[in-house]
């Protein structure tokens, strides 16, 4: 009795994880099939703009100089001026050493070695460096990106007649993610395909309401006008989650926002070991949903059953049917279930590489990542709640009083 009460309450879970899978599968593909891809366009464009790149760095040695590199092999002709700027944020590896190369290499390059944050104020993430360097930049639109972004030579001249054409006041360009590490195959394309469900481009692109607003931090295109409108960096200065509120702030002044698929013409490698990738987002993950608990564990619950769940139903049928196999007529539901959902988990994976190309490797170890992401989820709320081991970069995070 016992075991058939345990098959029975599988079922029920296998039946949740089965109308989960649907619904992720829904919201995935009609958010992706909606999403504009930034394309390449040559290098004309219908004005010829000054643009200022910006790319704040805080111990970036592994990262800068290819950053820059790729940077400067944008094909842009006719832009009145085309600058970089390495806000170095107080790096304490060789991160300044390579900024001040790059600088003397190319008359374009400024190395900005970032001063300490004021006392009395607060200052988080990138915020104060992005601040210093639009200062000093001087140029109609203001690019942002980070150190671990890798550009095509043609994504900037697509991303500006993206926005010139548009007239976007803020365009924010979704990067292809690098994996490397085993860790990052495990979880980035989890997170990468919850983010796409949580923030539906076209929800993004054709709404105004605030609470629709989102940005993706690796790259950001203002139109500095714009960022001037809305105080920049410098007022939202003590915000974790920058990328998100500056785009909440854009729709605040009445401006405009558009979110792009750019994973045709630039990329990023977010975390290069498990420890980095632990610390970025359990940093972020709370904070992504306002601080909403019950969201929070929603999508937490969403995550084990779309991800979890089908393979801990293959692991428990195998297992009944060696312990007991005169049970067999009564775990043919179970059987069929777990079928179910693993096809329905194949679907989802396909879909999301053949769409947005979502890496597949490691697809069959998809239960320990979404094992991973709850734990993300938990931890996560904690740290936002406590402080404990809340940091950035090793910096914390915790507000001081």
Same mark, same amino acid.
């Given at each position: 009795?016992?075991?058939?009460?345990?098959?029975?309450?599988?079922?029920?879970?296998? !039946?949740?994880? %089965?109308?989960? =899978?649907? $619904?992720?599968y829904f919201k995935l593909t009609q958010s992706?099939?909606?999403?504009?891809?930034?394309?390449?366009v040559g290098t004309s464009l219908p004005s010829a703009p000054s643009v200022d790149v910006v790319i704040p760095a805080y111990n970036e040695a592994d990262n800068i100089r290819a950053c820059v590199e790729a940077v400067l092999a944008t094909e842009l002709s006719g832009a009145q001026r085309f600058d970089v700027w390495i806000a170095d944020d107080q790096s304490t590896d060789a991160t300044g050493?390579?900024?001040a190369e790059l600088a003397a290499q190319h008359?374009?390059?400024?190395?900005?070695?970032?001063?300490?944050?004021?006392?009395?104020?607060?200052?988080?993430?990138?915020?104060?460096?992005?601040?210093?360097?639009?200062?000093?930049?001087? !140029?109609?639109? %203001?690019?942002? =990106?980070? $150190?671990?972004?890798?550009?095509?030579p043609g994504a900037i001249p697509a991303a500006l007649a993206e926005a010139q054409i548009h007239q976007a006041d803020l365009l924010s360009c979704a990067p292809k993610i690098e994996c490397?590490?085993?860790?990052?195959?495990?979880?980035?394309?989890?997170?990468?395909?919850?983010?796409?469900?949580a923030y539906d481009f076209e929800a993004i692109n054709e709404s105004t309401a605030v609470d629709n607003a989102f940005a993706a931090g690796p790259f950001m295109l203002f139109r500095r006008a714009a960022y001037d409108k809305i105080g920049g960096h410098a007022a939202i200065g003590d915000v974790i989650v920058e990328d998100v509120e500056l785009a909440r702030q854009i729709r605040r002044h009445g401006l405009k926002l558009r979110y792009v698929l750019g994973i045709d013409l630039l990329s990023v490698r977010?975390?290069?070991?498990?420890?980095?990738?632990?610390?970025?987002?359990?940093k972020n993950y709370y904070l992504g949903t306002e601080e909403n608990l019950p969201l929070t564990?929603?999508?937490?619950?969403?995550?084990?059953?779309?991800?979890?769940?089908?393979?801990?139903?293959?692991?428990?049928?195998?297992?009944?049917?060696l312990l007991k196999p005169e049970l067999s007529s009564s775990i043919a539901l179970l059987y069929g279930l777990t079928v179910l959902t693993l096809a329905g988990y194949g679907l989802l994976r396909i879909t999301g590489y053949r769409q947005v190309g979502v890496p597949l490797r490691y697809w069959w170890l998809s239960s320990v990542g979404g094992l991973v992401v709850v734990a993300i989820a938990l931890t996560s709320i904690v740290k936002t709640k406590t402080?404990?081991?809340?940091?950035?970069?090793?910096?914390?995070?915790?507000?001081?009083?």
């Open positions: 009795m016992g075991l058939d009460k345990f098959i029975l309450g599988l079922d029920g879970l296998l !039946g949740v994880a %089965l109308v989960a =899978i649907a $619904a992720f992706l099939a909606s999403a504009p891809r930034l394309q390449p050493a390579i900024a008359g374009n390059v400024h190395h900005l070695v970032v001063p300490p944050r004021p006392e009395g104020e607060v200052w988080r993430g990138k915020n104060w460096a992005c601040a210093q360097a639009a200062n000093v930049a001087q !140029g109609d639109y %203001l690019l942002f =990106i980070d $150190a671990d972004v890798r550009l095509s490397s590490c085993f860790s990052e195959w495990l979880v980035q394309p989890i997170i990468m395909s919850a983010i796409a469900i977010m975390y290069s070991s498990f420890a980095t990738l632990w610390e970025g987002w359990t564990l929603l999508s937490a619950f969403t995550i084990a059953m779309v991800f979890v769940m089908p393979w801990v139903g293959l692991l428990a049928s195998l297992i009944v049917t402080g404990w081991g809340w940091t950035w970069r090793g910096r914390s995070l915790k507000p001081q009083h």
